[in-house]
């Protein structure tokens, strides 16, 4: 079985500033995806970015990046220049293998963007 | 478009009622979800709808009865509830497995 392990609890960072999300995972397969999703207070949860295991290059969607390490199976996300409105309960997730669209999700990091 | 909607948004009900949640999606996606989440935790599988057949059942108690009318029709019919029921009830679907899950906004249930 899949496991998704995010570390951090809690973060917080002050607004235009850098912060990295941690994200490790076990699995046996070779074949899987994994994702960021946001959730902000408002509740809906929302694709930040997605990354194929068999891309070697980290994917980026605007200020938002991956630093993927399939060997380490680590998934981090980094978020540049902080907005108030980044401000949300942030889950990594995997799909794949036997779990094939079964999203197995970490615990989830709150993060808070001050201003 | 990557819209999900669901409705109602917010649900209140005793537990000998039955009611029932509505979700749907007119991006042609084949695959639908429910999930379960409780407040500050992630959400938690129920159910997974493939080509309009039910392919995963979480062990769900059968309270909770899914069903998919057609490929962008998926509804949660609830019966004889109990407080513990009380959650955010979160509709996805997608393409297909392995590929990105959308997400609606989710029914907010009270079990009374």
């Known amino acids: 079985a899949q496991t998704v392990t995010q570390s951090q609890p809690e973060m917080s960072v002050q607004e235009a500033e850098t912060v990295t999300l941690s994200c490790t995972y076990d699995t046996s397969e070779n074949n899987y995806y994994l994702f960021w999703y946001k959730q902000p207070p408002s509740r809906q949860m929302i694709l930040v970015i997605r990354?194929?295991?068999?891309?070697?290059q980290n994917a980026t969607e605007n200020r938002f990046s991956v630093n993927f390490q399939k060997a380490a199976k680590s998934f981090s996300l980094k978020i540049s220049d902080s907005q108030l409105g980044d401000t949300a309960m942030y889950f990594c997730?995997?799909?794949?293998?036997?779990?094939?669209?079964?999203?197995?999700f970490g615990q989830g990091t709150i993060l808070t963007v001050h201003p | 478009d990557t819209e999900v909607t669901q409705t109602p948004k917010h649900l209140v009900m005793g537990m000998t009622n039955k009611k029932s949640l509505k979700c749907e999606q007119h991006?042609?996606?084949?695959?639908m979800y429910w999930y379960k989440q409780k407040a500050k935790k992630p959400p938690e599988l129920m159910f997974v709808y493939s080509y309009e057949k039910l392919s995963i059942n979480e062990s769900v108690p059968s309270r909770f009865s899914p069903e998919c009318p057609n490929s962008s029709l998926l509804n949660l019919h609830l019966h004889a509830l109990q407080p513990e029921d009380s959650a955010l009830y979160l509709c996805?679907?997608?393409?297909?497995?392995?590929?990105?899950?959308?997400f609606g906004p989710g029914t907010r249930l009270l079990v009374l």
């Open positions: 996805a679907s997608s393409q297909q497995g392995l590929e990105t899950q959308y």
């Open positions: 997730a995997f799909d794949g293998g036997t779990s094939y669209g079964k999203l197995t």
């Open positions: 990354q194929e295991a068999y891309k070697q």
């Open positions: 991006m042609g996606h084949r695959a």
